[in-house]
T-cell receptor
Framework: DTGVSQDPRHKITKRGQNVTFRCDPI?????LYWYRQTLGQGPEFLTY????????KSRLLSDRFSAERPKGSFSTLEIQRTEQGDSAMYLC???????????????FGPGTRLTVL | EDQVTQSPEALRLQEGESSSLNCSYT??????LFWYRQDPGKGPEFLFT???AGEEKEKERLKATLTKKESFLHITAPKPEDSATYLC?????????????FGQGTRLTINP
């Protein structure tokens, strides 16, 4: 178990360009979450996958954002026509249900730091 | 709307000087309160989950406690390596799972 991994760790892009981030969850975890974190704030939920199904999307996720988890393993988050306001840390987390408590612990990856110039 | 507020925003202590961080929450039915540690430029690292008032969890110099409205993270005799941002979060149900709703964090600095 090597934990959640994300790639790239840093991305600098120009306004209007498209970017794509990848997340590889902990291997036995079927739940995958994306969060966004700006400086001095806690992470904010963006979207959630259970296996390959995208079950929940935040209102923060504009139509320029799209996420996939094609085979229920890794996930990608794409931002089209980036804006300066998209600059943030994009975090991925994964979990599996602890049935005794009907809750789960989310384990986070190292994040992808996006800077839009 | 579930809400989490952490205080103070920043705390500077001397090595060995014990203190507590506060997390106040309002939720419609607590499913779990989580503490994470986050180092600069890295993702949050899980520390504790608390489920019910009166529960306590400990790990090294850290102890987390929970009441019906607040959680405290007590740091005893901290060392410089305890310097980090500490995040508190509650779970909010979404379709098929729960998302985390975070506070803004407390940035802790331990001076040698």
């Amino acid at each position: 178990d090597t934990g959640v991994s994300q790639d790239p760790r840093h991305k600098i892009t120009k306004r209007g360009q498209n970017v794509t981030f990848r997340c590889d969850p902990i291997s036995e975890h079927n739940r995958l979450y994306w969060y966004r974190q700006t400086l001095g704030q806690g992470p904010e939920f963006l979207t959630y996958f259970q296996n390959e199904a995208q079950l929940e999307k935040s209102r923060l996720l504009s139509d320029r954002f799209s996420a996939e988890r094609p085979k229920g393993s890794f996930s990608t988050l794409e931002i089209q026509r980036t804006e300066q306001g998209d600059s943030a840390m994009y975090l991925c987390a994964s979990s599996s249900l602890a049935s005794a408590r009907l809750t789960d612990t989310q384990y986070f990856g190292p994040g992808t730091r996006l800077t839009v110039l | 709307e579930d809400q989490v507020t952490q205080s103070p925003e920043a705390l500077r202590l001397q090595e060995g000087e014990s203190s507590s961080l506060n997390c106040s929450y309002t939720v419609s039915g607590l499913r779990g309160l989580f503490w994470y540690r986050q180092d600069p430029g890295k993702g949050p690292e899980f520390l504790f989950t608390l489920y019910s008032a009166g529960e306590e969890k400990e790990k090294e110099r850290l102890k987390a406690t929970l009441t019906k409205k607040e959680s405290f993270l007590h740091i005893t005799a901290p060392k410089p390596e305890d310097s980090a941002t500490y995040l508190c979060a509650v779970q909010q149900p979404i379709q098929g799972a729960q998302k985390l709703v975070f506070g803004q964090g407390t940035r802790l600095t331990i001076n040698p």
